[in-house]
Structures are given as structure tokens and as C-alpha cells.
């Protein structure tokens, strides 16, 4: 599975962005698709993820209530809508799929293909 990351960009304190991951080649229908991001200096961590399956979805603790992902198998693209961005969420995301069951949707080992990233910079 090929991905690609999109949607990055520069944006002010409060404001919002959405970041597509879109696959060639291959559905993702029995792909979880998780997103992830890294800062510089600091480790990749898992913000969000969902399921091939029953479409249960996974946020981590500081982007619940801003971030939304969604799927939309037919465009072979996931969605991560970030709103009330901040600072702290300048990172390069990335988006990944993994074709297995885990029970730790937010390590970065649990998952089998990346797509390149796509930097988000929130600054004033």
C-alpha cells in the first residue's frame, strides 16, 4: 500500500486544518489507518486511528475534542480534521495502515506501511 500524506501547512493559534491520506493502487478497506506525528527532538507518537473493521476510532489524550478522523473508502483517503490548533501541534505528520489487530493502536511498530509526511506549523 502506497500512501500520501496532504494538507499541511502554516496556521495561526485557533485555527484549523485538514490533512488527507490517500492511497494508490490499493483500497484501504482492510487497512486501520492511524496517524501519527513527530516534533523535532521528540519521539513519533500516535494521534489518531480507525479501523478497517467496525470503525472504532482512537484518539490520543491531548487532541480529544479538536481532532476528527473519518475514512472514506471509496476515495481511498482517511481524514484528520484539526481544529483549536496550537502551538504544540507543530509537528510532521504522518499517516500509516496496518492490516493486523492490535491492542496498541499508537505504536508506530504496530504498523506495516507509512506514507511521507506533511509538516504542520502553528504559529502567530
Known amino acids: 500500500v502506497q500512501l500520501q500524506a496532504s494538507g499541511g501547512g502554516l496556521v495561526q493559534p485557533g485555527g484549523s486544518l485538514r490533512l488527507s491520506c490517500a492511497a494508490s493502487r490499493h483500497t484501504l478497506d482492510y487497512y486501520a489507518i492511524g496517524w501519527f506525528r513527530q516534533a523535532p527532538g521528540k519521539e513519533r507518537e500516535g494521534v489518531s486511528c480507525?479501523?478497517?473493521?467496525?470503525?472504532?476510532?482512537y484518539y490520543e489524550d491531548t487532541v480529544k475534542g479538536r481532532f476528527t478522523i473519518s475514512r472514506d473508502n471509496a476515495k481511498k483517503t482517511v481524514y484528520l480534521q484539526m481544529n483549536s490548533l496550537n502551538p504544540e501541534d507543530t509537528s510532521v505528520y504522518y499517516c500509516?495502515?496496518?492490516?493486523?489487530?492490535?491492542?496498541?493502536?499508537?505504536?508506530?511498530?504496530?504498523?506495516?506501511?507509512w506514507g511521507k509526511g506533511t509538516l504542520v506549523t502553528v504559529s502567530s
Open positions: 500509516a495502515a496496518r492490516s493486523s489487530w492490535t491492542t496498541n493502536w499508537g505504536a508506530a511498530s504496530e504498523y506495516d506501511y
Open positions: 480507525i479501523s478497517s473493521s467496525d470503525g472504532s476510532i
